[in-house]
């Protein structure tokens, strides 16, 4: 799932192809959104909160609704996309996972397979993103009060309490594994035992705010294919710290578990959900001649 650093770039690349442009095509496809038309509004700005993108465009001279904003969740698979407005749709990206397509005179803006879609009113944008804690990512950070939103839940796994968009707005499975795993920390561990949990919060900003400006997902300092992440995906390879094998469980409970990548060695403590079986790399080929008593290989859901 993409995480706020790859939502902030596509709010940013969005804001400079439509704001400030009058829309001149609107096609919503998404079912309850079949008959509304922005056509002829302006659009004012994107915004990122989060994993959330809005769109906010301007009342209609002749429509008394003011301002309204077209709220966009990327999910797992979601993507938007932005081409010269005329020119043909291009890539293996098909026709049938367009979700909106909205167009002023120079620019088209392609939103594909989007995982949410929603048109409010932007002064009642709250009732989409007022339960969001704060945006890891938004100018306005301030570490010491996301902090406090992670500290509140002494009991939770400081992983799941990551991943909870309630405490901090923008952090996915990537910048929890990976900075879990530079601060030593077991993702399973109880947010109480975190021995320095400000730093942890930290440094998940740090981490999410340079790949930002670098356009991918880097922790490692080397962005060569292969060498940029520490743990995530990386199950059954060894630790590039200590050479112990990587693994990966499942961390929370059904249906919103996700799954967690630590090194049992650099981050010691309890894990669950994990039976101890062999685990093939991400990605491995099937073996000619299975082995019975090997694991199958993990799919990243």
Same mark, same amino acid.
């Given at each position: 799932?993409?995480? %706020? ?5 596509? $709010? ?6 439509? &704001?400030? *442009? ?17 056509? %002829? ?9 989060? *994993? ?7 009342? $209609?001279?002749?429509?008394? #609704? ?11 698979? =979601? ?35 989007? =995982? ?6 932007? !002064? ?13 990512? $938004? +100018?306005? @950070? /301030? ?8 500290? &509140? ?5 400081? %992983?799941?309490?990551?991943? #909870? ?6 952090? %996915? ?5 990976? &900075? ?5 920390? /077991? +993702? ?41 992440? @520490?743990?995530?995906?990386?199950? =059954? ?11 990966? !469980?499942?961390?929370?409970? +059904? ?20 039976? =101890? ?12 001649? +299975?082995?019975?008593?090997?694991? *199958? ?5």
């Amino acid at each position: 799932m993409p995480e %706020g650093d790859v939502v902030l770039r596509t $709010a940013r690349r969005l804001h400079a192809a439509l &704001a400030g *442009k009058l829309l001149t095509r609107s096609d919503l496809r998404w079912p309850s959104l079949a008959t509304a038309d922005l056509t %002829g509004r302006d659009v004012l700005e994107v915004v990122a909160v989060g *994993k959330h993108l809005l769109i906010r465009v301007a009342g $209609a001279a002749n429509q008394p #609704d003011g301002g309204l904003t077209l709220h966009s969740h990327l999910r797992m698979d =979601g993507s938007w996309h932005v081409h010269r407005t005329g020119e043909r749709w291009s890539g293996a990206r098909p026709e049938h996972g367009i979700r909106v397509i909205l167009a002023n005179q120079d620019w088209t803006a392609i939103g594909h397979r989007l =995982g949410m879609l929603d048109l409010v009113s932007t !002064a009642d944008e709250d009732s989409i993103v007022g339960h969001l804690g704060p945006d890891i990512l $938004a +100018p306005d @950070w /301030n570490p010491a009060t996301a902090t406090a939103r992670v500290a &509140a839940h002494p009991d939770r796994s400081i %992983g799941e309490t990551l991943l #909870d968009q309630r405490a901090i707005a923008g952090i %996915g499975t990537f910048y929890m594994s990976e &900075a879990c795993f530079l601060r030593g920390v /077991n +993702p399973w561990l109880p947010v109480r035992e975190v021995g320095d949990l400000p730093a942890l919060v930290e440094l998940a900003h740090r981490l999410m705010t340079a790949n930002v400006e670098r356009g991918v997902q880097v922790t490692t300092g080397d962005a060569r294919r292969g060498q940029e992440q @520490w743990v995530h995906s990386r199950s =059954g390879r060894p630790c590039r710290r200590c050479r112990t094998t990587i693994r990966v !469980a499942e961390l929370g409970l +059904p249906p919103t578990q996700r799954a967690a990548f630590w090194c049992p060695s650099c981050q010691p403590g309890v894990v669950p959900t994990d039976a =101890g079986a062999p685990q093939r790399p991400l990605g491995a080929g099937p073996r000619r001649r +299975p082995v019975a008593s090997a694991a *199958k290989p993990y799919r990243h859901p």
